[in-house]
């Protein structure tokens, strides 16, 4: 079975206490050891038991060496923290002046919005229309702008779809030369059908320029006339 979690609490049985005390203290000191060792660290590890006893490892040959370094370290780190009186003042006034900055700021504001209007002479409220007519110039210089991209992005997604319907309609006009049947092959008209297969009558058929040809005239054939009576019956009934 594995081990269990140990529980981070003072131990109460004394005997306890002290070999695990030990125990620990023992493998702290090896980890300070190797650590200084594999990682060429300078290492120095001060340890007081319960009863008072000091337990120290010092990868150096000094101990009073290190600490002094440590020393310096943490003293030099807090000088570093605290400003000098010269760097205290010169952010007071900073300060002051951001500060300042920062009025004149929201008192401008306040004014471009129409309000605490009452302290200001003729040439300061010259001074701010000439700014707010400023400002409203670049404001619809601005929206005009933005309305103009708006409109040619609408007339270049009208374009492309315009573009879309026609390539649509082409392909559909395809697809339906392609579903068409063939049409039926044409039988030869003859000259006295229609087109329908009807008979044309004779007199409308077209007649070749030969087909007529002129009479001539002579003059010596007359029509005779013979008188009959009409009281004298005809020979075939007598």
Request: charged share 25%; net charge neutral.
């Amino acid at each position: 079975m594995g081990r269990g979690k140990v529980v981070l609490q003072r131990i109460e049985n004394k005997i306890s206490r002290q070999v695990t005390f030990a125990k620990r203290r023992n493998g702290l000191l090896k980890k300070a050891y190797e650590l200084s060792i594999l990682c060429d660290a300078e290492v120095a590890l001060v340890l007081f038991s319960h009863a008072g006893r000091l337990y120290q490892f010092s990868s150096s040959s000094n101990m009073l060496k290190t600490l002094e370094r440590y020393q310096r370290y943490i003293f030099a780190s807090q000088d570093a923290m605290v400003p000098t009186n010269d760097e205290m003042q010169n952010n007071y006034l900073e300060y002051m002046e951001l500060k300042a900055r920062v009025e004149v700021l929201q008192h401008s504001q306040r004014n471009l919005l129409g309000e605490d209007l009452a302290p200001l002479n003729t040439s300061e409220l010259d001074q701010l229309e000439s700014q707010v007519g400023k400002t409203l110039r670049q404001i619809r210089s601005r929206k005009t702008q933005v309305l103009l991209d708006e409109l040619c992005d609408l007339k270049r997604k009208e374009q492309m779809l315009e573009d879309a319907n026609l390539t649509l309609k082409r392909k559909l006009d395809e697809m339906e030369v392609d579903a068409a049947p063939p049409p039926p092959p044409q039988q030869q008209q003859l000259p006295w059908q229609s087109d329908r297969g009807v008979p044309v009558p004779s007199h409308a058929l077209p007649q070749p320029d030969h087909f007529f040809q002129a009479l001539e005239c002579n003059p010596s054939l007359q029509p005779a006339f013979r008188c009959m009576d009409v009281n004298q019956p005809p020979a075939w009934m007598a």
